[in-house]
């Protein structure tokens, strides 16, 4: 069955730098677009950033754009986000999340999330 | 962007009795040529990741109860819950994925009575 699995969560400072993994199986990655979304706690969803199959096509939120870098391995089946400059607002739980199709295609798939808490 | 109004914030139904959720879009998010509507639900249980319920405003995601239904088109959609269970108590999303930023409602909490 599928499975998406988020990893790299953790208590960071202001203006530190994380890095999210999501290890994919189940499916064909390979031709996978692939989503990462957050939800900060008790709000919520809000749509990060998404990338294409091969990795050509990347889109960001506004609210992360030039902090977050999304990127993916297709030969090991991983998603990864690099975020840096981080924020109290990055403060949620980062969810990866497979596409039914096309960047313009609803979420089908969903890991179970990792919490990334930005606080001194 | 697409802002995605859902009311109400959160209803109380009867077990059996039905749920409706209304999900209103500031810009239509039907693509005329390939007579589609960008439009998912989504149902989010406490302590879940959302799961997808429906896309193309009422196309069904497999497995999903037939007690559940989506509707609407253009700027105005519904999810409908025939007899509420038990089992449905849930914070419900729509998303809008006809443009980049993608966008959610701010979500229904669905409760029992």
């Known amino acids: 069955q599928v499975q998406l699995v988020e990893s790299g969560g953790g208590l960071v400072k202001p203006g530190g730098s994380l890095r999210l993994s999501c290890a994919a199986s189940?499916?064909?990655?390979?031709?996978?677009?692939m989503s990462w979304i957050r939800q900060s706690p008790g709000e919520g969803l809000e749509w990060v950033s998404y990338?294409?199959?091969?990795?050509?096509?990347?889109y960001y939120a506004d609210s992360v754009k030039g902090r977050f870098t999304i990127s993916r391995d297709n030969a090991k089946n991983s998603l990864f986000l690099q975020m840096n400059s981080l924020r109290a607002e990055d403060t949620a739980v980062y969810y990866c999340?497979?596409?039914?199709?096309?960047?313009?295609?609803?979420?089908?798939?969903w890991g179970q999330g990792t919490l990334v808490t930005v606080s001194s | 962007d697409i802002v995605m109004t859902q009311s109400p914030d959160s209803l109380a139904v009867s077990l059996g009795e039905r749920a409706t959720i209304n999900c209103k879009s500031s810009?239509?998010?039907?693509?005329?040529?390939?007579?589609?509507?960008?439009l998912a639900w989504y149902q989010q249980k406490p302590g879940q990741p959302p799961k997808l319920l429906f896309y193309?405003?009422?196309t069904r995601e497999s497995g999903v109860p037939d007690r559940f239904s989506g509707s609407g088109s253009g700027t105005d959609f519904t999810l409908t819950i025939s007899s509420l269970q038990a089992e449905d108590v849930a914070v419900y999303y729509c998303?809008?994925?006809?443009?980049?930023?993608?966008?959610f409602g701010q979500g229904t909490k669905v409760e029992i009575k």
């Open positions: 999340a497979s596409h039914n199709g096309s960047g313009s295609s609803p979420r089908q798939y």
């Open positions: 189940g499916f064909t990655f390979s031709d996978s677009y």
């Open positions: 990338i294409s199959s091969g990795g050509s096509r990347i």
């Open positions: 810009q239509s998010v039907l693509y005329s040529s390939k007579n589609k509507n960008y």
């Open positions: 193309w405003a009422s």
């Open positions: 998303h809008q994925y006809y443009t980049t930023p993608d966008t």
